[in-house]
């Protein structure tokens, strides 16, 4: 690897222009090597680990972002597609991000990442006190020797890693940060980029940096991170509920339900309607009306992340089946609720499914939906589905006048796999039961209850 110490801007531009096709770069505020003496430049995964729940969670939203935006199979996207999103949005992968771009990795090289975890008291629409914990991120110049990364596109493909160009990822309108930073990912990785891929290493004055960049175009951190008016996906991953934190006292706290860095996070003192604070509430305990078709059917609760393990496999539903011929219908409801990206109804979540026996071998799955303005429940209901034949122990999808219009096929297919997660937690002895209409999965702590 070049080791080359740059002095003026001039020396920076005749260098980077030996590289203008065929080389990667990516900039950093200090210089780290491995146990060996080389360059290290690590996964972000092998930096901070792995939790499982939560990789689930931005996967599905960054899937379910990725179709709704850009037209793609949810059960198809691509791995690089998917972790660009985690990537770049605030979650860990197994890929390094470089860019296309010298005046972008010039940026990061002279801008040093802090973060802050800022608690701001609100107020939720209804005036009532909420203390909210949000990710606060930055970037502020160094003001010391910034270091660039020059790889080698041909090292990487000799040594069997691809380059996912991120600026080929379809959008429709919106200003998006991958796009905007002219990403490129290398992996998948076991730890991070291999040093014989650097073929060159700049130590270079933060000034000539700042003037590099700058005569480039970029002037403030929203150049580089857009806004979440701007970026499209941003916004939607800003628009999932918050959580409750259990912490004691008058004033609730909460989360968000995706940690993220927020470069634009600002006090508002009064929250919309639109900012759903959720704490767990489950339906099969304040059941309500008993005329209600959900009053006398029998309530599987189960986890939230239930609904992230989903899959388009074919299955069996020999227990399901079990359940309907003693019942009309049941519910399996979730801990959580999910935000359905295309979904244009304010405060509007699904909460789970809703399985009722039309005819003898005609059953229809529908999802339970729960309105939630601020921390107010102020509607719980059923939508329509999609209809199926009971096929034995399979079940077929068939047409039906009263299924639903939408042409969302995703928000369907995944109510539908819920009923593999009940069916093989039933199979498997997990589900245990609290009364005469209520189980629960062995995962779900059943505690004190919102009435």
């Known amino acids: 690897m070049e080791e080359v110490i740059i002095k003026t801007l001039a020396e920076l531009e005749s260098y980077f222009s030996k590289y203008s096709n065929g080389y990667l770069f990516r900039g950093q505020t200090d210089h780290y090597l491995d146990s060996n003496g080389k360059v290290s ?20 939203y960054s899937n379910a972002i990725i179709r709704a935006f850009g037209g793609r199979d949810y059960h198809n996207i691509s791995l690089e ?33 802090e973060e802050r975890k800022t608690i701001n008291m609100c ?20 003001n010391q020797q910034g270091h660039i990364y020059i790889i080698d596109v041909l090292a990487l493909e000799s040594l069997n890693l691809k380059v996912h160009d991120l600026t080929e990822i379809d959008s429709e309108g919106g200003t998006l940060r991958f796009h905007v930073q002219e990403a490129c990912l290398v992996g998948n990785l076991k730890n991070g980029l291999p040093h014989q891929s650097v073929i060159a290493h700049l130590e270079v004055n933060h000034q000539i940096l700042v003037d590099y960049y700058r005569k480039n175009g970029i002037k403030t951190t929203s150049d580089v991170f857009p806004d979440r008016k701007k970026d499209f996906i941003l916004q939607s991953l800003l ?47 304040n059941r309500g009306d008993p005329d209600s078709p959900l009053y006398d059917i029998p309530f599987y609760k189960i986890s939230e992340q239930a609904y992230y393990a989903n899959t388009n496999e074919n299955f069996t539903l020999a227990e399901i089946n079990k359940i309907l011929k003693v019942h009309k219908g049941f519910v ?20 789970g499914v809703f399985v009722e026996k039309i005819s003898d071998d005609i059953v229809e799955v529908s999802g339970l939906i729960i309105k939630h303005p601020g921390q107010t429940i102020s509607g719980i209901g059923v939508v329509k589905g999609w209809h199926y034949r009971i096929d034995g122990n399979k079940w077929t999808r068939i047409e039906h006048p009263d299924q639903c219009p939408c042409n969302n096929t995703l928000r369907h297919e995944l109510q539908f796999s819920l009923l593999h997660i009940l069916n093989e937690s039933i199979k498997d002895k997990r589900i245990v039961i609290e009364d005469t209409l209520n189980y629960s999965h062995k995962d779900i702590e059943v505690g004190k209850r919102r009435t």
């Open 123 to 142: 107020e939720d629409f209804e005036e009532n006190p909420v203390m909210l914990v949000q990710k606060e991120s930055l970037y502020t110049e160094t």
């Open 239 to 285: 628009n999932i509920p918050w959580y409750r934190i259990p912490i004691e006292g008058s004033i609730p706290w909460y989360r968000r339900g995706l940690e993220l860095p927020e470069y634009d996070a600002r006090f508002i003192k009064h929250l919309s309607p639109k900012t759903t604070l959720y704490n767990e509430y489950w339906i099969a305990d």
């Open 81 to 113: 597609s998917s972790q660009a999103i985690l990537q770049h949005y605030g979650w860990r992968s197994f890929f390094v991000d470089l860019t296309k771009s010298a005046h972008l990795a010039c940026w990061f090289a002279a801008n040093k990442y």
């Open 332 to 351: 399996i409801e979730l801990s959580g609720l999910i935000n359905i990206v295309e979904l244009s109804v304010d405060y509007e979540y699904e909460k």
């Open 41 to 60: 430049i690590p996964t972000s995964f092998s930096r901070h680990g792995c939790i499982p729940p939560l990789m689930f969670k931005w996967v599905h």
